[in-house]
């Protein structure tokens, strides 16, 4: 099998093609999406790091000075939303972006939130068990961390139901090549979204509460754009990797039992274990950048201009930094992952989305004494951002 994003069997399991790539062709030209895939786990860290390298560059060349094609009109809505949050700028608007956010995730403010995040998990995980099980995306992996993100920035508990399929829809625009379905359907979730959150920001500008939403409010220097596109992307990325995970990290559980009956007899690995689920079955499995001057990589010269996919999956798999790479060890102790990321698009709410697994895993354990697989799941097609459609369960 060949690197093949748009292949079921491939995006059910990437890993062999991964390490063919990292042995044979670490650095290696994918014609499809015009991308040099990088596959190494020393690699991908250090482009993260490289400032020659950007998620955008429109802070330093036009479209065409950069030998792109500019974005078709109807996608406007989708780029203005997502270019007013931090992930898609560049400094030094990043970093006065960043600075404005980072005070709500600081890692006393972020550990001050474990009990309410204990709280959550605990009664949709009693909820789940007391009918049985069900399908545990559905019912426990999505609304721990919707609710958690939603309740940080005031979002009225009547309207969290907007809110993953406004993120679903705008997250199938980074997949590879989207179809025109997908774009559409990004552009109108950026657009409802946008408008949503800027009429919601007004009404806490003239009477703030105690959330995210009425701080940033409030903040004179941020402009409504940028407001709203900080939102989006807090609401988006603060769930994504969270139920991507919890869903990855029981299938691959349940594929090894051995390691399941470990974490139960043992709930102090709880940590380790979330760190190695999120290495061993990647959320994100490819982060891309843009190349802003001409850098070479294992002596193959990549131009100005180009892209490089950086295969986080692969990286996470790499025997060079891993010891037996393709073994899950719930306990595994050295784990320099690189799910969340590297540098300055590192992702600000990793301490959340660790507590939010290790809390809904710590309460599905304690509260079952048996948790059964009722059938295998499917995954998503969907490559970048790879997860199950559902992972159905009995609870015991």
Not at 100 to 108: C, G, I, N, Y
Not at 182 to 191: C, G, K, L
Request: with cysteine; aromatic share 8%; proline share 7%.
């Amino acid at each position: 099998m060949r690197f093949d994003p748009r292949n079921p069997v491939f995006v059910a399991h990437p890993y062999d093609v991964y390490d063919e790539l990292r042995r044979t062709a670490p650095v290696t030209y994918y014609e499809p999406t015009d991308q040099w895939l990088i596959s190494r786990h020393a690699d991908v860290n250090a482009l993260l790091r490289d400032r020659r390298l950007g998620r955008t560059y429109l802070h330093v060349a036009t479209h065409e000075e950069f030998g792109r094609r500019p974005e078709p009109d109807f996608q406007e809505p989708f780029w203005r939303v997502s270019r007013n949050g931090m992930l898609e700028v560049e400094p030094p608007l990043h970093t006065r972006l960043r600075r404005l956010v980072s005070k709500a995730f600081t890692p006393r403010m972020v550990e001050s939130l474990r009990p309410r995040v204990r709280a959550i998990a605990g009664g949709l995980v009693d909820a789940f068990v007391e009918k049985g099980g069900g399908d545990l995306i559905a019912e426990v992996a999505e609304p721990l961390p919707v609710t958690v993100i939603a309740e940080m920035l005031g979002i009225p508990e009547s309207d969290r139901h907007l809110l993953r399929p406004w993120s679903a829809d705008m997250c199938g625009m980074y997949e590879l090549n989207p179809t025109p379905e997908a774009q559409h359907a990004a552009v109108r979730a950026a657009e409802e979204f946008e408008a949503y959150l800027k009429a919601l920001a007004r009404e806490r500008a003239a009477a703030p509460g105690d959330d995210l939403i009425s701080a940033l409010a409030g903040i004179e220097e941020l402009t409504e754009d940028e407001l709203a596109g900080t939102c989006v992307l807090l609401l988006n990325a603060g769930h994504e990797a969270t139920v991507n995970g919890t869903g990855n990290g029981w299938w691959s559980l349940f594929r090894h039992p051995e390691e399941l009956a470990r974490l139960r007899a043992d709930r102090s690995l709880l940590p380790t274990a979330v760190e190695e689920l999120l290495r061993y079955d990647t959320p994100l499995q490819l982060f891309e950048r843009w190349v802003l001057e001409d850098i070479e990589v294992h002596g193959v010269r990549i131009p100005r201009g180009a892209e490089v996919a950086l295969l986080f999956g692969s990286a996470n798999r790499d025997p060079e930094v891993f010891a037996d790479p393709d073994r899950l060890d719930v306990g595994r102790a050295d784990n320099p992952h690189i799910s969340f990321g590297a540098g300055i698009h590192f992702c600000l709410g990793a301490p959340l989305a660790r507590i939010e697994m290790v809390e809904s895993f710590g309460a599905l354990l304690d509260r079952t004494s048996e948790l059964e697989l009722v059938s295998e799941p499917s995954w998503k097609p969907g490559y970048v951002i790879r997860g199950l459609h559902s992972l159905d369960l009995r609870a015991a």
